[in-house]
């Protein structure tokens, strides 16, 4: 259910717009129990809704200004890196940079742009410069924690079995199935030796599952309960669906002006039901309980239970909808990751301006002391300028 995505608010013919869904306590009235739950459920879905509206507004408006300023200065930016990557590394080629401290300096100047282009292309390097970065960045290895903690349990259960299995080729980046196999072979060996044989620990059969209890009374008439409930909130919700489309159908309705107005209530009302949105059905069913002049003050408890819990439910999809509302991949460039468990977002990406173009402009200066053409000297200015940063 996409919630955010609500039709323009328009009421029945003949009733004033902005009609308030909620109950109103008087001295002489006061709220129930659960018109009060049914108050707070309908205040929790506006709130979020204006929040969810204000957010994407800003992430609009945010990725709008990265896409037309900034993006097109980080590809400058990359394009810089490149050039400068590919007029330094021919000179590992002459005499003056073959060994010593400075074929270390500029080797080392290498690998700190090439890893720049890698983290910020990725898998979209050049393949020369993708060739040049695997023959000068040292191979990555990558450490899954999962595999990890596998391969620590399998090597505490070698030692509690009391097997002998040399493990000390096994690293954390070694393959789990690799010490499962020496696990069964060895566990088979002492077995034999033994003089009885047992198949290997993982290709014993599991022990049967335990049958299910049977379910108390209290159980059985708390699911007939819920799934009583269930019934008759869809059963509400539907009832609400044929009333009012009798009310609002525009093939009934004679005048043509009421005609296109009730078309565009009865498509909102389809909307909102084919969605399961409860708010606006809601509106448009007490909208139409004022047009006919009846008390909706006097909905029954078990109505307004239905409402509030299919509220509650709504609410809940739109507190999960604005929570990931800036990881729709639209909004990629804006969102770092500080944690691997967390996020930020950059709502005002043009602070990044000024770094970035101080940051090209001293890349363009450092081209330029290359020499023209680059030489040995150019060269050399430029990994001590750069050291220097």
Known sequence: MNSASQPHQEDLPGIPASKNLAFRE?????????????????KRIEKLRQKLKSESAA????????ESEIRPLHALRVDLLKEMVRTLAPFREQEAFRKGAALKQLTETLQVLLSQLLDTEGDQVDDDLQEL??????????????????????????????????????????????LVRRFEAAQQAKAAAEG??????????APPAPQPRPKTKKQLEREARLQAEEEARKRTLSSIYKQLAKVLHPDLEPDPKRKDQKLRLMQQLTAAYRA????TLLRLELEWLHREGEDVEHLSIEKLKIFTKVLKEQADDLRHELETLALHPRFAPLV????????????????QLPHLLSLIQGMKLELQGLGAPPNATGVRAFIRQFCKR
């Open 276 to 279: 399961n949105d409860l708010h």
């Open 336 to 351: 770092r990751y500080p944690t691997p468990f967390a996020f930020e977002v950059d709502f005002y990406p043009r602070q």
């Open 59 to 66: 992430l609009n408006e945010a990725i709008a200004i990265y």
């Open 133 to 178: 970065a695997d023959s000068l960045l040292p191979k990555k290895t990558t450490f899954d924690p999962i595999r990890a903690l596998l391969l620590e349990e399998l090597k505490r259960s070698c030692q509690k079995e009391g097997l002998d299995i040399d493990l000390s080729d096994i690293t954390p980046d070694s393959d789990p199935q690799e």
């Open 196 to 205: 009885a044989p047992q198949p290997p620990p993982f290709a014993r059969e």
């Open 26 to 42: 008087s001295e002489s009235a006061p709220l129930s129990r659960e018109q009060k739950a049914f108050n707070r459920e309908l």
